[in-house]
């Protein structure tokens, strides 16, 4: 189901991490890295992960909407659907300005999509990409980006497009290039770890 989502529980958390998983993804896949990141930093924190709405069509996995061709209209009911997710989500206890979105691959293409509209503390984008004529606000969260110069899923230009966007409209950001393939390098870990001690050290 839709609104299905995988919790580390903690009761007196104060700030949130919610992950977006890749297409032909679960769920559980981010859940490590998001223990990892979550244990490295002194603050109480929610993990959540979210499992995209669409099933995959080798059968295997979610997508959050049809890759190949590109649906960019269902690519849009999938934002405004994950928007909506989030708020209500807000609305239990902890606040979008104390919560970190973090994707990779389709789901890094959705936190942009969805949370550089939202009062979020930050976005992590990892091997991400661009939706078809997204509009940019004139203000976004603190945002980080990474992808691999070897990637042969998501070609690196589209991160590096992307930031030539960002550094046009002057949207502050950090970026980190490596040698790696379509995946979160363990190098990654502790640029994202530093990233997020940033963003709920601002949005205490």
């Known amino acids: 189901m839709q609104e299905e989502v995988f919790w580390f529980p903690s009761e007196k958390a104060e700030y ?3 992950l977006l998983h890749g297409w032909g993804a679960e769920a559980e896949d981010l859940m490590p890295l998001g223990r990892l990141l979550i244990e490295g930093i002194d603050k109480n924190i929610q993990l959540v992960s979210f499992r995209a709405p669409i099933d995959h069509p080798e059968g295997i996995g979610r997508q959050w909407y049809s890759l190949f061709p590109p649906d960019w209209i269902e690519a849009e009911k999938s934002v405004l659907d994950l928007k909506l997710r989030l708020e209500n989500l807000a609305k239990l206890d902890i606040p979008l300005e104390k919560t970190v ?4 691959s389709q789901g890094a293409a959705m936190a942009i999509a969805s949370g550089f509209k939202l009062p979020l503390a930050g976005i992590v984008a990892c091997s991400g990409y661009v939706h078809k004529n997204f509009t940019f606000p004139k ?3 603190p945002v980080f980006l ?4 070897n990637d042969s899923v998501v070609p690196v230009n589209a991160t590096k497009e992307l930031v030539k966007v960002f550094d046009q409209n002057s949207i502050i950001h ?3 290039f490596f040698d790696g393939g379509h995946e979160i390098s363990q190098e990654i870990y502790i640029e994202i770890e530093k990233f997020m001690k940033k963003c ?3 949005n205490k």
Do not use: A, C, E
């Open 200 to 202: 709920f050290l601002v």
């Open 16 to 18: 949130r991490l919610v």
């Open 146 to 149: 990474s992808h691999g110069n």
């Open 174 to 176: 950090q970026r980190v």
């Open 101 to 104: 979105l973090l994707g990779f």
């Open 139 to 141: 203000k976004v969260p």
